[in-house]
C-alpha cells in the first residue's frame, strides 16, 4: 500500500510501521504511553525526526496523552499531517494484533474489548474515533484511485 505515497515517503513508511510499536518493549517502557516511549528511543537511536514524530503520534496517541496527562511531552515530537501519518495510521487500524487484514470497525471492536472501558486508549476513542475513521477513509479513497 506504499504506492499511495510519493516515492521518497514509501520507506518513512515501512519503517514506521515496522517500528510504531517498539515503545511496548518492556525495557523501553518509562512514561507508560508506547508512542512517546518509542519515539524518544528512536530519536535516540539516531532514527530520521520524521519517524520519530509518526511513531510519538501514530493513532491517535495524542489523545491518549490528552487523558492521561502526558500531552506537553508527547509535544516533543511534531505531528505531521497528511498521506504518510494517514497510510500508518491505515496500516495499523486495519491490522489484527496477530497481523491479518481487518476492517476498521473490527479493529476498533477488538480494542474495546481487549483493553476494557477503564483503559485509556478506549477512553481516547472518545476523543478520536472521527480523526481515526477519517484516516481510514481518505486512505481507502487514495488506494481506489492507485489501483482502478
Ligand atoms: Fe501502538
Known sequence: MARVLPFEERELLVAAAWLHDIGYA????????????????????????????????????SAVAE?????????EFPDERGRLRDALW?????????????????????IRQRRGPEDPVVRALDINVDE???AVRRVHRLLRRTYS
Open 90 to 110: 491505515y496500516s495499523d487500524m486495519t491490522t489484527s494484533p496477530d497481523g491479518h487484514s481487518i476492517t476498521v470497525e473490527a479493529r476498533l471492536a477488538e
Open 67 to 75: 487523558v492521561t496527562g502526558m500531552a506537553d511531552q508527547l509535544a
Open 132 to 134: 481515526r475513521l477519517a
Open 26 to 61: 518492556a525495557e523501553l517502557t518509562d512514561t507508560g504511553l508506547h508512542p512517546l516511549d518509542g519515539a524518544r528511543y528512536l530519536l535516540r537511536a539516531g532514527i530520521s525526526p520524521r519517524v520519530c514524530g509518526l511513531v510519538a503520534h501514530h493513532s491517535g496517541a
